[in-house]
Structure formats: structure tokens, C-alpha cells
């Protein structure tokens, strides 16, 4: 069982910063790709950012150069450092991720809210 576990959102004006963080434990040996999504009402789910376990990063257009994706391998963690937010990036913003080598699975968390208003 692998279990992850988003904190960090919250309610912010438009142009601020938050950072996300993203902890899996469990019964995992090696994590591979982890990525962030986000699902705003009404909307369907987007991939935000996405990290492999070497380092390489890709991103969605609408928030390439402000948003951030990082990782520490060593504690199983992720980060997404969100800066210059904007209404539009209001949503509940998950995590997740996929063993090393990948068996088709994927692990979810169950997500933090992100509010972006004046």
C-alpha cells in the first residue's frame, strides 16, 4: 500500500506564491515519474507538471515560468512552487505517482485546495 499526501494550498491573492509538497510512503522501493494535476469545478483534470526520477520536467503551456516542480528521491517527496498565481489556477491540485520500473500502476493522493482571489 503506498499512500501520498499533498499539503500546502490554500487561499491566496492574485500574483502570490504557494508551494506545494508531496510525501509517499508505504510499501514503494523506488519511485519513478511524479506529477502534479489539478481539477477546477466543472473542469476535467489537467496535468499541471510532471518530474521523472532523474530529473527531467515538463509542463502545461499556462503555467510554464512561474510554477516549479521539484523532488528530493532520497524522502519520496515532490514539490510544486507556485508563483504569480492567477485566478484561473484556482483548483484542487493532486498528486501523483508511479513505481520504478513502472508496472502500470499509478498512486493518488487526495488532493489540496489552491484559491487564487482578491
Known amino acids: 500500500q503506498v499512500q501520498l499526501v499533498e499539503s500546502g494550498g490554500g487561499l491566496v491573492q492574485p500574483g502570490g506564491s504557494l508551494r506545494l509538497s508531496c510525501v509517499a510512503s508505504g510499501s514503494i522501493s523506488s519511485i519513478g515519474t511524479m506529477g502534479w494535476y489539478r481539477q477546477a469545478p466543472g473542469k476535467q483534470r489537467e496535468l499541471v507538471a510532471a518530474?521523472?526520477?532523474?530529473?527531467?520536467?515538463n509542463y502545461r503551456d499556462s503555467v510554464k515560468g512561474r510554477f516549479t516542480i521539484s523532488r528530493d528521491n532520497a524522502k519520496n517527496t515532490a514539490w510544486l512552487q507556485m508563483n504569480t498565481l492567477k485566478p484561473e489556477d484556482t483548483a484542487v491540485y493532486s498528486c501523483?505517482?508511479?513505481?520504478?520500473?513502472?508496472?502500470?500502476?499509478?498512486?493518488w493522493g487526495l488532493g489540496t485546495q489552491v484559491s487564487v482571489s482578491s
Open positions: 501523483n505517482a508511479q513505481p520504478f520500473p513502472y508496472d502500470g500502476t499509478t498512486y
Open positions: 518530474i521523472t526520477q532523474d530529473g527531467r520536467t
